[in-house]
């Protein structure tokens, strides 16, 4: 009864290299985020989706690109990877703007 | 530019002692602050303050939000090594996708 899952749990892989990363929520949530955690464990959104359409875009690299098929799935694509994208990738839901996000387990990318 | 500042950075405490964790924020059309509890994995939410001054209690833990000042704290009290991790908080706003997070503070409870 996972509420929200991401897959994979680990990545490496090598720069230049193209990967993907999937989220699920099973919580009839309306809005989907994407979040980087670093090394220095500070969560900086990237973008939010609510019912599929693209809200916010936190001046990240168009090298991700975020894609929501329905509002149940958020996936992120990550293109000509960096060593700098080395990060753990969270992905969260939430109903709206008045209630708490929901994170995933996350997703840690190491690019070699 | 929305900015949520975190104090202390770390600490630790022997078990048993009690905790207080600062939050502070600058967030434009403010409607929230949020605590999360990370450990290895997901940060799982503790707590969401939207009134100033009703303090929000979970157990040993609890929290009060300043409308006025700005700030947030929480408290936890008779500390147990299960209570080491980081604690986050964030701000959000009635913009949709807006939770600005702090750098989060390290709590290590030492047995």
């Known amino acids: 009864d996972t509420a929200v899952s991401q897959t994979p749990k680990y990545l490496v892989t090598q720069m230049g290299n193209d990967k993907s990363i999937k989220c699920e929520q099973n919580?009839?949530?309306?809005?989907m985020y994407w979040y980087k955690q670093d090394s220095k464990k500070f969560l900086k959104i990237m973008f939010s989706?609510?019912?599929?359409?693209?809200?916010i875009n936190e001046t990240v690299p168009n090298r991700f690109s975020p894609k929501s098929p329905d509002k149940a799935h958020l996936n992120l694509h990550i293109n000509s990877l960096e060593l700098g994208d080395s990060a753990v990738y969270f992905c969260?839901?939430?109903?709206?703007?008045?209630?708490?996000?929901?994170f995933g387990n996350g997703t840690r990318l190491t690019v070699t | 530019e929305d900015k949520v500042v975190q104090s202390p950075l770390s600490l630790v405490v022997h078990e048993g002692d009690t905790v207080t964790l600062n939050c502070s924020y600058e967030?434009?059309?403010?409607?929230?602050l949020l605590w999360y509890k990370q450990e290895k994995k997901a940060p799982t939410f503790l707590f969401m303050l939207?009134?100033?001054?009703i303090e929000k209690k979970s157990g040993r833990l609890s929290s009060i939000l300043d409308k006025k000042e700005l700030f947030s704290i929480l408290n936890i009290t008779a500390t147990q090594t299960g209570d080491s991790a980081i604690y986050l908080c964030?701000?959000?706003?009635?913009?949709?996708?807006?939770?600005?997070f702090g750098a989060g503070t390290q709590v290590v409870v030492t047995p």
């Open positions: 969260a839901s939430a109903q709206g703007t008045t209630s708490p996000l929901h």
């Open positions: 919580l009839g949530h309306d809005t």
């Open positions: 989706y609510n019912n599929k359409e693209l809200i």
């Open positions: 967030v434009t059309n403010f409607r929230s």
């Open positions: 939207t009134s100033s001054g």
């Open positions: 964030a701000g959000s706003t009635d913009s949709w996708g807006k939770f600005q």
